[in-house]
T-cell receptor, first 109, second 114 residues
């Protein structure tokens, strides 16, 4: 099965700085890579996703890049704001998804 | 429209008892997933249903865990002879179809085994 690894486990940045979270996956058949944001005590919500036929996708302050050869993908958040503070999960797979262990992001005002 | 709902929201049970957790997916979503999330941990895949196909049970941690789904609607996750290590939040998610589609998560059931 798929194995998704995520780094770092915790990340603190100053408001306005950028944050980068990286994930690697093992199964070359994986073709869909979503990112979820989970605020404390709440359910995970999709913030951006990328499919294997695309190398980069951007949505306002959030971007995701995918390197299929190296089997890694990254989440980039620019101009971070305190409300970006949450746990972020990457996932990879095809029919079912395997999640990374999460990154706790703290944006310091 | 209505999102994914789960019940109960909280369940406290004694070790050794059986529990049933319920998930109501979004209407029209053919794919349904169950995950387990221990405190401060990631999401652990448990089981996946797609339409009338045989479910993918590869994530179930032991034979004490089972799940059923009625057609393309309600699903129940059953844990028999609960153990303290079963304590976690159990999340259900549904999507329009399998793979490459956004999963919408329910609010979860927080299970505490005493």
């Amino acid at each position: 099965g798929e194995n998704v690894e995520q780094h770092p486990s915790t990340l603190s940045v100053q408001e306005g700085d950028s944050a980068v979270i990286k994930c690697t996956y093992s199964d070359s058949a994986s073709n869909y890579f979503p990112w979820y944001k989970q605020e404390l005590g709440k359910r995970p919500q999709l913030i951006i996703d990328i499919r294997s036929n695309v190398g980069e996708k951007k949505d306002q302050r959030i971007a995701v890049t995918l390197n299929k050869t190296a089997k890694h993908f990254s989440l980039h958040i620019t101009e971070t704001q305190p409300e970006d503070s949450a746990v972020y999960f990457c996932a990879g797979g095809g029919n079912q998804f395997y999640f990374g262990t999460g990154t706790s992001l703290t944006v310091i005002p | 429209g209505a999102g994914v709902s789960q019940s109960p929201s909280n369940k406290v049970t004694e070790k050794g008892k059986d529990v049933e957790l319920r998930c109501d997916p979004i209407s029209g979503h053919t794919a349904l997933y169950w995950y387990r999330q221990r405190l401060g941990q990631g999401l652990e895949f448990l089981i996946y249903f797609q339409g009338n196909s045989a479910p993918d049970k590869s994530g179930l941690p032991s034979d004490r865990f089972s799940a059923e789904r009625t057609g393309e609607s309600v699903s129940t996750l059953t844990i028999q002879r609960t153990q303290q290590e079963d304590s976690a939040v159990y999340l259900c998610a549904s999507s329009l179809a399998s793979g490459r589609n956004e999963q919408y998560f329910g609010p979860g059931t927080r299970l505490t085994v005493t």
